[in-house]
């Protein structure tokens, strides 16, 4: 399974993917507070990619208002009169937001789904959840997912990203608890005996690190990472639904860090949220899905999970038998010896470390590095609403400008995010073994395995693994 190619490396935009894009960005700028609210009312309400069509997106302000979160600190009544009066200004804010909505083209469901989001979200969190999910990313290269995975339909991209926020933030907890939180918790968790019931959950989270079910290792010809998914290391039962929808949400962002700038039975639950993660929390985000020697009972399973698939996802898959057809795809030396390849390379699953960590206790420079990222992130968006807004003039000039002040801030962001990393993300396996090294640099074939925070390597303990094929060592350092 090969992620989908970053914005980099995509064709150019058109003038019209372009527009929509700014589109998207103007609706999430309100929704952000980021603007006036009667703007919203001049964006095309049409999804035509006439380059000759009548646009009329007004920009937003480029003054970016940030709502105000801090109550009075007098008394508990004024402080109840103020969160009242709060509410109630949220609630008419909301209203007015929804028909503005409803204006621009939105359908009744699309409001629907809008109005519950709005109702779990503040505006912060659409300020800046984009910017968290995009972690290492150009901001614009997340959002044209959602854009792309939609047809270029812009109210269809708003409900998508808007549901993946909230997913993000709300169920999966993926940049609040999973990732900051990661396998060094759940190692602990396990051995933790006063909750049995949260110890088995954590160990069959790592279960899956141990036996090897999935990792990322090596790339395409398009040199895109390939993350490998064991299936026939799979069992049901081994793991609670929590415990399995963690580790491969886990597996998609680990994946997602190095993107350069069979079993006999089916576990459907397992199959639907893979397939759910790549189409709504995910989108655009895989480029090819390698299906290898299927067993013939999958065949089956094919006619059942293909109906649930978009036709875009399905272009994707391909079925292969042989070496030969794995080599259309990836080369031969980057094909793994298991799989008839020339790529002579074990997976190996290092246990977390006591201290690997210990970055994330420096409270003092992960929140200046924090109050960094959302000073630029700030920049970002009014940066955003001025290109929005030069694109207007059709001055070439003024576009420029704007233009290029933002990728200047975009690159900012990038720094900053791999400077915070240590800060807010959990050491993970790419970590370990030297995948992932300082500074975001990324090394796929590493020569050598960092040292222990410690400084010190200490005799490695190979585990044997059931029911692998091919090899696995899980070291104890």
Not at 154 to 165: E, F, S, W
Not at 187 to 205: I, N
Not at 342 to 359: R, S, V
Not at 378 to 393: G, N
Request: proline share 5%.
């Amino acid at each position: 399974m090969s992620p989908s190619s970053t914005g980099t490396s995509q064709s150019p935009l058109t003038p019209a993917q372009t527009g929509r894009l700014q589109q998207l960005w103007t609706l999430l700028l309100h929704l952000a507070e980021a603007s006036s609210l009667g703007a919203l009312e001049q964006i095309v309400r049409a999804n035509s990619f006439d380059p000759t069509a009548s646009s009329s997106i007004s920009s937003p302000s480029p003054g970016l208002n940030r709502r105000n979160s801090l109550f009075g600190r007098s008394a508990n009544s004024a402080r109840s009169r103020e969160k009242r009066a709060s509410a109630s200004a949220e609630s008419i804010y909301h209203t007015r937001l929804l028909q503005s909505f409803r204006d621009v083209g939105l359908t009744a469901a699309q409001l629907r789904s809008v109005r519950h989001f709005l109702a779990r979200m503040t505006p912060e969190d659409v300020r800046f959840g984009i910017l968290t999910a995009a972690k290492h990313e150009n901001p614009d290269t997340y959002v044209l997912r959602f854009l792309r995975v939609s047809k270029w339909d812009v109210n269809q991209a708003l409900v998508h990203l808007l549901g993946a926020i909230v997913w993000r933030l709300k169920e999966m907890q993926v940049d609040n608890v999973l990732l900051p939180r990661g396998e060094l918790f759940a190692a602990e968790q396990e051995k933790d005996g006063s909750d049995p019931y949260k110890a088995e959950d954590a160990r069959g989270f790592l279960r899956q690190f141990r036996v090897g079910k999935a990792f990322v290792h090596g790339v395409d010809r398009m040199n895109r990472p390939v993350a490998t998914i064991r299936i026939r290391l799979h069992r049901p039962g081994a793991q609670s639904e929590a415990a399995l929808h963690q580790f491969i949400t886990h597996l998609v962002e680990c994946t997602r860090l190095v993107m350069s700038p069979g079993a006999e039975s089916a576990d459907y639950g397992a199959v639907k949220f893979i397939i759910r993660c790549f189409e709504i929390y995910y989108p655009d985000s895989v480029g090819l899905i390698l299906m290898h020697n299927a067993p013939r009972v999958f065949s089956g399973v094919w006619k059942i999970i293909k109906p649930w698939m978009a036709p875009r996802m399905v272009e994707r898959i391909h079925f292969t038998r042989s070496v030969n057809d794995l080599d259309k795809f990836i080369d031969r030396d980057q094909i793994l010896a298991e799989l008839g390849g020339d790529e002579d390379w074990e997976y190996e699953y290092i246990e977390p470390q006591a201290e690997e960590n210990l970055p994330m206790t420096d409270f003092i420079t992960r929140d200046a590095l924090l109050a960094e990222r959302q000073s630029l992130g700030e920049e970002f968006l009014s940066a955003t609403s001025r290109w929005v807004s030069a694109a207007h003039t059709g001055e070439l000039k003024e576009i420029n400008e704007a233009a290029g002040h933002r990728e200047e801030i975009t690159e900012q962001l990038r720094v900053n995010y791999w400077r915070l990393d240590p800060y807010v993300r959990a050491r993970n396996n790419l970590d370990r073994t030297g995948v992932i090294q300082d500074g975001g640099l990324i090394e796929m074939y590493p020569m050598s395995q960092p040292q222990t925070p410690l400084g010190v390597i200490q005799t490695a303990k190979v585990l044997q693994v059931e029911h692998v094929r091919g090899r696995v060592k899980v070291v104890n350092v």
